[in-house]
């Protein structure tokens, strides 16, 4: 078994996505093994996406990602990353599958609904970022 982060995004919350969201990952066959619901600050924010500092986007996704609450989430499935992946579909909605969650729930490419870990590698250190090992339900 593989894990990978999700992050159901502020959009997503606001619009009360959460629930329909969570139940399309279930029906999908993902495990969640941790969730918490949280408020990035601005310093969270910018350490999570230091990797896109240097992008044009960079300051809109910090103030995007800071402008209400989020939930992360550790999920649990062979070849979790790709996997999920494909589940939620391309960052650009118009572009996305359809029956994915992002052509399902979001509203832009910023505004995505739901972030996904690009590798396994990369899923592990945003894993540490919001969980420790106790958090984990093995």
């Known amino acids: 078994m593989q894990r990978t982060l999700a992050i159901i995004k502020p959009d997503a919350i606001r619009n009360n996505y959460q629930g329909k ?5 279930l029906d999908k ?25 240097e992008r044009p986007f960079y300051d809109d996704l910090v103030e995007f990602m800071t402008s ?31 029956g ?9 490419l ?3 609904a739901i972030h996904g870990s690009d590798s396994p590698e990369n899923a592990q250190k945003e894993i540490a970022f919001f969980f420790s090992a106790r958090d984990i339900i093995s």
């Open 21 to 25: 969201i969570i139940d399309h990952l």
């Open 29 to 53: 066959g993902l495990r969640i093994v941790a969730a918490e619901l949280t408020w990035l600050t601005t310093e969270d924010a910018r350490e999570f996406y230091a990797v896109h500092k």
């Open 68 to 98: 209400g609450p989020c939930m992360p989430m550790v999920l649990e499935h062979e070849n979790a990353v790709s996997y999920f992946r494909e589940v939620i579909g391309t960052t650009n909605p118009e572009e996305a599958d359809e």
């Open 100 to 108: 994915t969650v992002r052509k399902l729930y979001a509203e832009s």
């Open 110 to 112: 910023q505004n995505n």
